[in-house]
């Protein structure tokens, strides 16, 4: 495997296979630490994971740049991941690429659409505003409208929600008030003029890509990849083998379930002691002196004399306490590792309690309520308001105000997966108060 490009609806039908290049499903986190970790001298991101699956990583993006290898991102996540990591040498390709890059753009938003499976070519259900953005624009340059319809299109497209996005919506919008004649102008002129800016920007990337097969390896970058704990317990995220499809009804119990962390996290443990029981303990090592200086900075002790003064009002041994951090760690790990695995034997607690049923019809109703609201977008300071609630309506407790941490201690891969579980039960127990004081 000489190059990989991850791609899916930004390219739909591909060209011709291209030697040496192999093309790959969208990105979901860890896929680019795998090609660069699998020999792949060029990696080419232009699709990848939004909402429902943890997204890539800028780290295993810098991971693969300092083993050498050549990073090409375009047209949709991976012209947002260009910009970003651009200092650390990942090249963007194509017009998206400029645009975010310039400040012309800003919202990943105009990138989102939806679309039919992989077995069909990625066929997209609705258009996205970045292509609805640059076919105005050329309808304009070309006289098919005039500035204030261009301007007043743009408006009404930026207002409709991506999943309902297509031209047929846009252009028969009863709230519109550009002309039923110019309308139809556009509607004759779009089969020949229309722009698909992220299909152009995909084509451009694998003919890079391929170019860049041919040319000299990239000398390594100037900055120094640092193996830090987080990442090498990402790298064990990547690494590490599921448990077995769960049905929708099970990871939607699981969600219920994870709604009350102390509970899951019970139900978690009681999961892995019986799984240990069997033989097939995990376990994971930590350095020492990394949990040492982690503890240090979370006390708040500016320094080594201030720490061991801590030591000695705490009455703690140093050696003691680093086996004590280390063993925490451990478990920790490894519990966060198990959950995958472990995911029905934790839903079997549900059924051992008796309360599967009464969560699987809870989780319906959830789906049902939430089913056609837009999808919402991150925001930290949003998410630790929906904690705050959730606790306060359970009386919950929670033991870390590290947002990945509690994220990965309920299995799943990070605080915007958090943020979505939270927002949908908001959502729904919005909905529930105005029920019953309707």
Known sequence: MRAVVFVGPSLGTPPAPVPGITLKPP???????????????????????????????????LFALSQGVRVLGAASLGALRAVECAPFGMEGIGEIHARFRDGRLEDDAELALIFGPAEMSYPAL????????????????????????????????????????????????????????????????????????????????????????????????????????????????FERDGGGALSPIEEAVLDEMRLDPARFERALIRAFARRAARGSDASAASASGELIEDLRLRLDLPTAGAFRAWLAEVEAEPAALAQALDDEETLQTALEAAVPRLAPAILDEAR???????????????????????????????????????????????ETDDLDALARSLGLADRRALHRLLRAEETFATAARRERTA
């Not at 795998?34 to 080419?44: H, K, L, Q």
């Open 27 to 61: 990105a979901v986190a860890g896929d680019l630490y795998a090609a660069a970790r699998d020999g792949a001298e060029v990696i080419g991101l232009i699709d990848g994971a939004f909402e429902d699956r943890a997204t890539v990583w800028h780290k295993e993006i």
């Open 352 to 398: 051992i309690d008796g309360k599967f049923e009464a969560l699987a019809a809870r989780a319906e109703a959830k789906r049902a309520a939430t089913a056609h609201g837009p999808q919402p977008r991150y925001d930290e300071a949003e998410l630790r308001a929906l904690l705050g609630d959730l606790c306060a309506r359970r009386r919950l407790s929670l």
């Open 126 to 237: 609705s258009t996205p505003l970045v292509n609805i953005r640059a076919t105005i624009e050329r309808a304009e340059a070309e006289g098919v409208l005039v500035a204030a319809e261009a301007a007043e299109m743009l408006g009404h497209a930026r207002g409709i929600f991506f999943k309902d996005l297509t031209w047929p919506r846009l252009l028969s919008d009863p709230r519109a008030s550009w002309t039923a004649e110019a309308a139809d102008r556009m509607e004759r002129w779009l089969p020949g003029g229309e722009v698909d800016l992220k299909r152009e920007d995909a084509l451009a990337l694998i003919d890079a890509v391929a170019a860049a097969l041919d040319e000299a390896p990239p000398a390594l970058p100037g900055f120094r990849f640092a193996e830090t704990r987080a990442w090498r317990r990402a790298v064990e995220w």
